[in-house]
C-alpha cells in the first residue's frame, strides 16, 4: 500500500466495496430504507404500548386454552380432515409429479421437453400455497377439495425440481451399461436411472408429506377445508381460548409430523 | 450345472411379505383419507369448466389498475425486510444459546431450542392472527409475525454455523489476551459471516412472498388488495396482482441469489 | 523468565497427561521440547497460557503466578505470552494486516477493535513486522489465500506483535515440508534472538530441535525424562524418550533409533539414523 512513504503508514481494513465512500454511501442507503420503511408504515409507539396492554389482557383471555367436549370434537374434526388432505394431496402429487420430473431432468429429457417441464415446475413455485387455495376455492367452492388441489398443485414443484436434480446428479455409466445392452428408452429409464433415484423419491415423498402436514392446517383460513377454518371461526367469534388451544394443538401435529418423517427418512438411507 | 434352471427372485419371501404390508397400509391410509374428505363429486366433474371460466374471466389483465397496486406492493417489501431484520437481529442471541458451543448452560440450551422450534412451527398466517388480535389490523402485525416466525428459521441455521467453527481460531485469539468481546469479534464472527449473510438473504426471500399473503388477515401488503379484488369477483384486477406478486417474487430471488454468491 | 514445577493434567476422561513435570525457561535461550505424540508436549505448552487448565503445579512468569489468575488478569498476563500454533489458527477470512493486529486486542478497546481502530503505533509495527517476516505487501490479502508457509508466517507475525516476554511454539513444522520447515524454525529463532525473547518449542523433529535448541527436554509419558544440551542428546537418550528404554550402566550406543511416530520424509528419517 504505501510502502514508499517514509514516516508512519496507515491502514485501513480493505471494503469489499470500490472504496470507502462506496462503502458508507450502502450503509447510509440501507439505514435510510430501513427508516423509509418504518416511517412508511406509521408504527406509532403509543400503537405499541398500547398493544402490550392489549396482549396481557388477550393472554390473560387466552389461558388457560378451553377443552369442551363440543369444541374438542371440533378440533378432532378439523385435524382429522387436515391430516386426510395432506396424505391425498401427496400422493396426487406426486403421481402427477413423476412424468414432470423426468421432463425436467437436462441429462434424459429432449430440448423442448425439458423447458416444458422446468417451466411447469416454476409456475408451481412462484405463488404462495395460500394464494393457489383461494384461487382454488372460487374454481371448485369452499371445503376440502380445494385445499387438496392447491396442496398437490405446490407438491409438484417441489417434489419435481428435487428429483430432476436427483436425477440429474446419477451416475451415467450405470445408465450408459444399460443402453448397452440394447434396452429401449423406457427400459433404460427403468433400469439405468428409476434404481438411482428411487430412494430419493421416496425420502421426497414423505417430507413433503411432512410439509403438506403444515399447509393443510392454514389453507382452512381462506376456506380450503381442515383444522384452519376452526381457527378462523374461533378468531372470527373472539374465542380466543379456544384458538390457542388450536393453535397449540396444530404446535402438537405439526411437532410430530416432522418427527416421524425425520425418523422414516433416517431410516431409508 | 444341473438341468433345471436356478430360480431368481429379487427379494427374499419375508422382505416382499414387508413390503406388501406397507403398500397395503399406504393404500389404505390413502382410501381412509379420501373418505374422510367427503368430496362431491359432482364438484370435480365442474372444476376444469371452472378454472377454464375463472381463466376467461381473468383475462386481459386490468393494466388501467396497475398504477394502484404500486404501493401495497412496496408496502410488502417493506414488511419484508423490517420483518426479516427484526429477525435476524433476535436470532443472534438466540443462535448464541441454541449452539451447543456457546450456550452458557443447559437450561439455556433447553430455552434456545424451545425458541428455534416453537417459532417454526407455527405458520406465519397464523402468527399474523395473533398479532392481529394483539395489535388491530396493519402493518405492525405483518412485520411481527414475519419477525417471529423467521427467528427460528435464522436461529436454527446461524446455531449450525457457530457449532462447525473452527475452535483454533477462537484459541487464538484467548491467546493473545483479547477479551470474551473481542475474541467473538475475531474469533466467531469472521467464521460465521456468510452463513450469516446467506441465511438473512434467503429468508428475505422467502418472506417476499410470505408477506403477500399475511393481507389475507389484515396483516398488511398487496394480499390486503388480492383478498378485496377476490371478493368483489373483480378477476381481472386479480391476474393483474398476480402478476406483479410474480414479478416481485422474481426479482427478490435473482436479488437475493446474486448477494449470496457475492458473499463468500 | 518461565518456571513450571510439578506441573500435572489429568482430563476429565481420566487420562493422565502430566505427572509432574518441571521446567525453567531463562534468558533468550530456545528449549525444544521432544517426545513421541501422546506424550504430552502440547498440553504442557497450553498449561502455560491456560488455554488447557491445569489440574496442579506452579507456572510462574516474571514472578507471576499464572495459575492463580482469573478474568482480567489472566488476560493481562497471557498478553506478556506468545503463542504460535501447529495448524497456524489464522483466522481464516480476515486480512493478513487484520490478523496481525489482532496481537494488540489485549491493548486495544472492543470499540475500537470492532471498528479495526487501532493505534498508530501498532499498525507502524505491524508493518514493520510484515517485512521482517518477507510478507510486505501482502497486508490486505485475506488469510486463506495464502500458503502454508506464508500462514505461519502471519501466526509468528501476530505473536511478536504482542511484544510478549516469551514464545510457546507448539509444533510450528508439522504442517509444513522440510524446506519451508527450516525456513520458519530459522526466522523465529532469529527473532528471539534480536529480540531477546525465550523460546519454547514443541517439536517432534529431533534433527531440527538438534539444529536450533540451546537446550532440549525429553517427555514421555507426560514426565520429563531427559534435559540437557542437544551435544548430550544421545542414542541412549534417544532410546530412553521414544522407546522408554532404562538407561543400563555402561550401555553402548543403541544404533538406529527408530521414533514412535515415522519421520515425515525420507530425507529427514535418514538424517535421524545418520544422528
Redesign the interface.
Known amino acids: 500500500m504505501a510502502t514508499t512513504e517514509p514516516e508512519r503508514r496507515e491502514w485501513r481494513r480493505p471494503t ?1 466495496f470500490y472504496n470507502h465512500y462506496v462503502k458508507w454511501a450502502v450503509y447510509l442507503a440501507i439505514v435510510g ?2 427508516l ?3 416511517w ?4 406509532s409507539f403509543d ?2 404500548v398500547e ?1 402490550w396492554d ?2 396481557a389482557g ?1 393472554v390473560t383471555s387466552m389461558v388457560p386454552p378451553e377443552v369442551t367436549p363440543f369444541k374438542r370434537d371440533l378440533l378432532v374434526e378439523g385435524m ?2 387436515s ?3 395432506a ?2 394431496a401427496t ?1 396426487v402429487g406426486v403421481f402427477i409429479s413423476i412424468p414432470v420430473a423426468f421432463m425436467a431432468a437436462e441429462n434424459i429429457a429432449p430440448r423442448p421437453v425439458y423447458w416444458l417441464g422446468r417451466g411447469l415446475i416454476t409456475v408451481s413455485r ?3 400455497e ?2 393457489v387455495a ?2 382454488a376455492v ?4 369452499i ?3 380445494a385445499g ?2 392447491a396442496l398437490s398443485y405446490k407438491t409438484v414443484g417441489f417434489w419435481s425440481k428435487l428429483l430432476a436434480e436427483e436425477i440429474e446428479d446419477i451416475d451415467t455409466g450405470q445408465k450408459e451399461a444399460i443402453e448397452a445392452t440394447g434396452a429401449n428408452r423406457t427400459q433404460t429409464l427403468l433400469f439405468g436411472v428409476v434404481p438411482q433415484v428411487l430412494p430419493r423419491a421416496i425420502g421426497l415423498t414423505i417430507y413433503r408429506w411432512d410439509i403438506n402436514i ?2 393443510s ?2 389453507v382452512g ?2 376456506g380450503a ?1 381442515g383444522i384452519g377454518s376452526t ?2 371461526n374461533a ?1 372470527d367469534k373472539y374465542d ?1 381460548d379456544f ?1 390457542l388451544t388450536i ?1 397449540l394443538a ?2 402438537a401435529v ?2 410430530l409430523g ?1 418427527l416421524v418423517s425425520t425418523y422414516i427418512r433416517s431410516r431409508i438411507q | 450345472m444341473t438341468e433345471e434352471y436356478a430360480s431368481w427372485e429379487r427379494r427374499t419371501p419375508r422382505q416382499r411379505l414387508g413390503r406388501y404390508v406397507l403398500v397395503l397400509i399406504t393404500l389404505v ?2 382410501a ?3 373418505r ?5 363429486y359432482n ?2 366433474e ?2 376444469p369448466t ?2 377454464m371460466d ?1 381463466v376467461t374471466r381473468m383475462y386481459p389483465p386490468d393494466t388501467s389498475y396497475t398504477g394502484d397496486i404500486i404501493g401495497p406492493l ?2 410488502t417489501v ?2 419484508a ?2 420483518g426479516t ?1 427484526l429477525a435476524v437481529v433476535l436470532s443472534i442471541p438466540v443462535a448464541l444459546l441454541g449452539a451447543s458451543n456457546t450456550t452458557p448452560n443447559k437450561l439455556g440450551f433447553a430455552l434456545g431450542k424451545f425458541i428455534i ?2 417459532t417454526r ?3 406465519v ?2 402468527w399474523a ?2 398479532f392481529v ?4 389490523s ?3 402485525a405483518g ?1 411481527l409475525a414475519i419477525a417471529v416466525r423467521s427467528i427460528g428459521f435464522c436461529s436454527k441455521l446461524i446455531a449450525e454455523a457457530i457449532e462447525e467453527i ?1 475452535p ?2 477462537v ?9 470474551p ?2 475474541v467473538a ?3 466467531i464472527a ?2 460465521i ?2 452463513a450469516f449473510i446467506g441465511v438473512s438473504t434467503y429468508r428475505w426471500d422467502i418472506n417476499v ?2 408477506s ?2 399475511i393481507g ?2 389484515g396483516a ?1 401488503g398487496v394480499g390486503v388488495e ?2 378485496t379484488a ?1 371478493n368483489f369477483f373483480q378477476w381481472q384486477r ?1 391476474l393483474t396482482i ?1 402478476l406483479a ?2 414479478a416481485i ?2 426479482i427478490s430471488e435473482v436479488v437475493s441469489a446474486s448477494l449470496r454468491r ?1 458473499v463468500r | 523468565m518461565l518456571s513450571v514445577t510439578d506441573l500435572r493434567k489429568t482430563y476429565s476422561s481420566g487420562e493422565e497427561a502430566l505427572t509432574g513435570v518441571s521446567l525453567d525457561v531463562t534468558g533468550s535461550e530456545t528449549v525444544a521440547m521432544i517426545g513421541p505424540s501422546g506424550a504430552g508436549k502440547s498440553t504442557f505448552i497450553r498449561c502455560v ?1 491456560r ?1 488447557t487448565e491445569p489440574s496442579e503445579g506452579s507456572v510462574v512468569l516474571d514472578g507471576v503466578e499464572i495459575t492463580d489468575l482469573s478474568g482480567e488478569s489472566l ?7 506468545g ?1 504460535i ?1 501447529q ?1 497456524y ?6 486480512t493478513v494486516m ?1 490478523n496481525v493486529l ?5 491493548y ?1 478497546s ?1 470499540w475500537n ?2 471498528r479495526r481502530n487501532f493505534a498508530d503505533e501498532d499498525i507502524e509495527r505491524a508493518y514493520e513486522v510484515l517485512d521482517r517476516v518477507g510478507l510486505g505487501g501482502h497486508e490486505n490479502n485475506r488469510a486463506d489465500e495464502l500458503s502454508g508457509g506464508q500462514r505461519q508466517r502471519v ?1 509468528i507475525a ?1 505473536a511478536i506483535l ?1 511484544r510478549p516476554k516469551i514464545l510457546l511454539v507448539d509444533e510450528p513444522t508439522s504442517s509444513l515440508d522440510p524446506e519451508t520447515s527450516r525456513a520458519v524454525m530459522d526466522l523465529l529463532t532469529e527473532i528471539a534472538a534480536e529480540d531477546d525473547i525465550p523460546l519454547l518449542i514443541n517439536i517432534h523433529e529431533v534433527d531440527l530441535a538438534e539444529k536450533y535448541a540451546n537446550r532440549i527436554a525429553g517427555l514421555r509419558e507426560g514426565s520429563l525424562v531427559f534435559e540437557g544440551t542437544p551435544a548430550e542428546l544421545d542414542e541412549t537418550a534417544k532410546g530412553q524418550i521414544y522407546r522408554g528404554e532404562e538407561i543400563p550402566a555402561g550401555a553402548g550406543p543403541a544404533g538406529k533409533v527408530e521414533s514412535d511416530e515415522p519421520p515425515e520424509t525420507p530425507s529427514q528419517a535418514s538424517e535421524i539414523r545418520r544422528g
Open positions: 469489499a430504507f430501513l423509509w420503511s418504518a412508511s408504515m406509521r408504527i400503537r405499541m398493544g392489549a396482549a388477550l382429522v380432515e391430516m386426510a388432505m396424505v391425498v400422493i412462484a405463488f404462495h395460500l394464494i383461494i384461487v372460487k374454481a371448485v367452492g371445503g376440502a377439495l387438496v388441489i403444515r399447509h392446517t392454514i383460513i381462506v377445508g381457527l378462523l378468531f380466543y384458538f393453535v396444530i404446535v405439526v411437532v416432522e | 391410509v390413502a381412509a383419507s379420501w374422510v374428505l367427503d368430496v362431491n364438484y370435480i365442474s372444476a371452472e378454472f375463472l412496496i408496502e417493506h414488511i425486510v423490517l431484520a422450534s416453537f412451527s407455527v405458520n398466517i397464523i392472527l395473533l388480535i394483539i395489535f388491530g396493519g402493518v405492525l412485520v473452527d483454533g481460531q484459541e487464538a485469539m484467548k491467546a493473545t489476551g483479547a477479551n468481546i473481542e469479534i475475531y474469533g469472521p467464521q459471516k456468510p412472498r410470505s403477500t399473503i389475507f388477515v398488511g388480492l383478498n377476490i386479480v398476480l406478486i410474480l417474487v422474481i457475492k | 497460557n488455554l488476560r493481562e498476563a497471557r498478553r506478556d505470552i503463542m500454533f495448524e489458527n489464522l483466522v481464516e477470512r480476515l487484520e489482532s496481537g494488540r486486542l489485549g486495544t472492543t477493535a470492532f501466526g501476530r504482542q
